[in-house]
């Protein structure tokens, strides 16, 4: 089976790219060819075996490359790329992985009206000329007002290092540990959250509240951001005393989570959020606003942020432990990359076996190296060219 992703992110600080990072080691290790299409690509995402290539936003070459690519599936993850595997035929099965977009309540009001007319034409036109949509809770099939689509829940392994009961055990110990080290009963609690920041994420993400915890809890609290924004969110946050700790590796990001004593995500959108299950890895409850899949992907889900607060405050290092081994055990029933693949693999080959066609020729190895050249030269050459001018 050859497989073709489309995306329009491939960077770090996106979940859809994490989640394609990790589903792309499991394609391969099923012994699938994978190629990767990425408007914005880090290529240090990549795991062995899969070929990448940065696409042009025109898009003109890409279909050239999915026509001559002898494609059986093509699976795209992000705009634009649903639209443009409803309007052109490959011959192939094509999948749309609903990630998901905001709330028109949530946007700017310059872009409400877009935002409508974008999600009549996934309605009307996009989601009926795919093979399949894909989406990643059973709360965004009701979301998205598609009730065809597919559940695939995301994994979450992919810091916790280890599997099996050998993982947990190791886990738990390490959890157990932290909390024996946290005697001091006037420590304050270490709250992690992991968010995008920008100002036109500000509401839907819930940023203003972390500013609120900080400031209702004081002292009892050490509120970290791991996360992106731009500068004007990053002084509001300094002066609310959060601690801005930007974007980080992954070495680091996994250490924030094993060492902070809760999660905290005060999201007024998502159709997942793989934060909650990461924590959830890392022995530590993750706490949520009880809206859309947050119910389904933790255990800890609060109508209200006073609720949210007073866990906080009232928490002690044996109740945080204690929620962090049932936090475990959820993730770890219903998160793994593993899960994901299987069912993944198992779904495309119900669709190809559904749906045949001829394909186009192969793409020759020839034409992936003219490819990659031709994308070099316009990013890294032609650019500084006309910068001279």
């Known amino acids: 089976m050859r497989i073709a992703i489309l995306t329009s992110v491939f960077v770090p600080e996106f979940g859809v790219a994490r989640v394609i990072a990790s ?7 099923a012994g699938i060819c994978v190629d990767l299409y990425a408007c914005e690509l880090d290529r240090g995402l990549l795991c062995e075996g899969v070929r990448a290539v940065r696409v042009p936003t025109h898009l003109r070459g890409l279909r050239r490359a999915l026509l001559r690519g002898r494609y059986d599936v093509i699976v795209a993850h992000t705009d634009p790329f649903y639209k443009f595997l409803a309007e052109n035929d490959f011959g192939a099965v094509t999948v749309g992985y609903e990630h998901g977009y905001p709330p028109v309540d949530l946007c700017l009001p310059e872009e409400r009206e877009q935002r409508l007319s974008e999600i009549g034409d996934r309605l009307g036109k996009i989601y009926p000329a795919l093979s399949c ?22 994994g979450a392994d992919h810091y916790c290092g280890k599997t099996g009961s050998a993982g947990n055990a ?3 110990a390490e959890n157990a540990e932290n909390a024996e080290k946290a005697e001091n009963a006037a420590a304050p609690v270490t709250v992690l959250a992991v ?10 993400k819930g940023i203003g509240y972390l500013c609120r915890l900080k400031q209702d809890l004081g002292e009892r609290v050490k509120v970290l951001l791991v996360g992106r924004g731009d500068s004007e969110s990053t002084e509001k946050l300094r002066q609310s005393g959060v601690e801005v700790v930007g974007m980080v590796s992954e070495q680091k990001l996994a250490e924030l989570y094993r060492s902070c004593d809760a ?15 990461e924590a959830g890895f890392a022995h530590k409850p993750a706490l949520a606003f009880n809206h859309g899949p947050h119910a389904e992907v933790s255990l800890f889900a609060f109508d209200t942020y006073e609720e949210i607060r ?9 109740s945080r432990y204690l929620d962090g081994e049932k936090m475990f055990a959820h993730v770890d029933a ?13 779904l495309l ?12 020729s192969p793409m020759l190895a020839l034409d992936w190296l003219k490819w990659n050249a031709r994308e070099f030269l316009r990013k890294n050459i032609y650019k500084k060219l006309r910068g001279r001018r």
Not at 23 to 29: D, E, T
Not at 139 to 150: E, K, N, T
Not at 310 to 318: I, Q, V, W
Not at 349 to 360: I, V, W
């Open 23 to 29: 589903q792309l080691a499991h394609l391969v290790k």
């Open 133 to 154: 949509v894909v989406t990643i809770s059973n709360y965004a099939v009701d979301y998205l007002q598609w009730p065809s689509a597919r559940v695939i829940y995301n």
């Open 170 to 172: 190791a886990g738990s």
């Open 195 to 204: 968010s995008r920041f920008r100002k036109e994420e500000w509401q839907y």
């Open 263 to 277: 999660l905290v995500s005060f999201s007024q959108w998502e159709l997942f959020n793989l934060p909650l299950a």
């Open 310 to 318: 007073d866990y906080l405050k009232n928490s002690t290092r044996e």
């Open 334 to 346: 219903h998160f793994r990359w593993e899960y994901n693949g299987e069912k993944f693999v198992a």
């Open 349 to 360: 080959k119900e669709l190809c076996a559904a749906e045949s066609g001829k394909k186009a």
